[in-house]
C-alpha cells in the first residue's frame, strides 16, 4: 500500500514533528510512503529522506480566488492525476479544504487528519469546502477528543471519525541533576501566552528561589525577552528538548487551546509533574495522578499550585512516578500499530 502524506512544509513544528515519526513507524512496518508538501520544503526534508521517504514540492495558492489561485489549483490537480498512490493522507486544517478539494477533482482516494483545536472561522464559504470534503473523506482522524468535538460543533456531522493520540517525538536522555526548577517548551505565540508564564515565575519568585528555562522561539520571543528576570533562561530554538527535560523538575504549559499538547507528553516521559491551564485538550490528559490544573488565566492560583509542588518534594516524586507511568499510554509503538490497522482497514 503507497501513502501520500500531503502537508504545506517540513519546517520545525509539532506537526511536522509528528510526520516524521508516523513516516518512521509505517516505514517498519512496510509501508510505502512518499510526503508532497504545497508551500515549501523545509530543514526536516533530509530527516525524512535519510529512512527513505521520497519528499515532492508542488506548490498552491492556498488563499483568495482569483486568476492566480484557479490556475494554481487546475495545475496542482493535473499534477495529483500524475501520481501513482493508494491513499492520500492531508495533514492540518485549514489546509485540507483547498488540498481536499483538488484531491476530489483528481479523483483521489483520501483521509483527512486534524491535528490542532481551531475556533469557528467566519468564513462561510471555507465551511462549505470543509463539509464537502469531510463527506468524501475515507476517515477523518484528530489527534483528540477535544479536537473532535470543535470539528464536530462546526460542521455538525462526524464522517467516520477516530481519535488517534499522537506520541512524545524525543528520544530520553540520562537523567541526571536537576538544575531547573520550571521548564516551558512551546511556540512563542498569543495562543501560548509565554507572558503568563512570566507572570507566574515572577509571582513564585517572590516566595522561593527558582530557576527556569522557557525554550521555542516565535513571534513574541522578542517581547517576552525584555520582560524575563535573570532566573529565567532563554535558549531560542532547541532541537534537542530532551536534554533541558531531562534536567527539570515540573512541566508548565500556558496554552489557551491545543490540539495533543506534545510538550506535555513530552514531560510525562520525562517524569516531569505537570501544571497547565484548564482546558479541554490538558482536562483529557492531564490527571490529579500527573499534575494540577487552573482556571485559564488565573496566574496567581496557578503559582500557588507550583509552589506546593516544589515545597513537598514526596508529593511530588510521586507525581513524577506516575507521570512515567501514565506516558506508556502514548508510546510511538501504539500509536504506529493504531495508524497501521487504520489505514489496512481502507483497502
Known amino acids: 500500500m503507497k501513502i501520500l502524506h500531503l502537508t504545506n512544509k517540513l519546517t520545525f513544528g509539532g506537526k511536522q514533528r509528528f510526520l516524521i515519526t508516523l513516516c518512521r513507524e509505517l ?18 526534508k533530509e530527516e525524512l529522506e535519510s529512512v527513505g521517504v521520497n519528499v515532492r514540492l ?13 490556475i494554481s489549483f487546475v495545475s496542482f490537480v493535473k499534477y495529483l492525476r500524475t501520481l501513482d498512490f ?44 470543509e463539509k464537502e470534503v469531510l463527506k468524501r473523506a475515507l476517515k477523518a482522524i484528530y489527534v483528540s477528543c477535544a479536537v473532535r468535538r470543535s470539528v464536530v460543533k462546526r460542521v455538525w456531522f462526524d464522517p467516520c471519525g477516530i481519535v488517534i493520540y499522537n506520541c512524545p517525538f524525543f528520544s530520553e536522555e540520562s537523567l541526571g541533576e536537576k ?11 498569543s495562543q501560548k501566552r509565554p507572558l503568563d508564564f512570566v507572570k507566574i515565575v515572577k509571582y513564585v519568585s517572590r516566595i522561593i528561589r527558582v530557576k527556569a528555562a522557557m525554550l521555542g522561539a516565535g513571534e ?49 516521559k520525562f517524569g516531569l509533574p505537570v501544571v497547565a491551564y484548564k482546558i479541554p485538550a490538558f482536562e483529557e490528559v492531564v490527571s490529579w495522578k500527573v499534575g494540577r490544573l487552573v482556571g485559564l488565566g488565573d496566574k496567581e ?8 509542588l516544589l515545597s513537598t518534594p514526596v508529593a511530588s516524586k510521586r507525581t513524577s512516578v506516575n507521570a512515567v507511568k501514565w506516558s506508556g499510554k502514548f508510546s510511538c509503538e501504539a500509536m504506529g500499530c493504531r495508524y497501521a490497522l487504520m489505514y489496512k482497514d481502507l483497502v
Open 27 to 44: 516505514k517498519k512496518r512496510g509501508f510505502d510512503q512518499e510526503v508532497l508538501c504545497f508551500s515549501s520544503l523545509g530543514e526536516l
Open 86 to 129: 493508494d491513499v492520500a493522507h492531508i495533514h492540518g486544517y485549514p489546509s485540507l479544504m483547498r488540498v481536499g478539494l483538488a484531491l476530489i477533482c483528481a479523483g483521489k482516494s483520501f483521509i483527512v487528519q486534524y491535528h490542532s483545536y481551531h475556533p469557528p472561522y467566519k468564513k462561510p464559504l471555507w465551511l462549505l469546502f
Open 58 to 70: 508542488k506548490k498552491l495558492v492556498r488563499h483568495g480566488y482569483g486568476p492566480k489561485a484557479a
Open 301 to 308: 492560583p496557578f503559582g500557588k499550585v507550583l509552589l506546593r
Open 220 to 268: 513574541l520571543y522578542g517581547e517576552v525577552k525584555k520582560s524575563i528576570p535573570d532566573f529565567v533562561y532563554m535558549p531560542g530554538f532547541v532541537e534537542n528538548v530532551g536534554e533541558y527535560l531531562s534536567k527539570s523538575l515540573i512541566g508548565v504549559s500556558t496554552s489557551e487551546r491545543e490540539g495533543m499538547p506534545v510538550s506535555v507528553l513530552e514531560y510525562f
Open 179 to 189: 538544575y531547573f526548577d520550571l521548564v516551558w517548551v512551546a511556540r512563542f505565540s
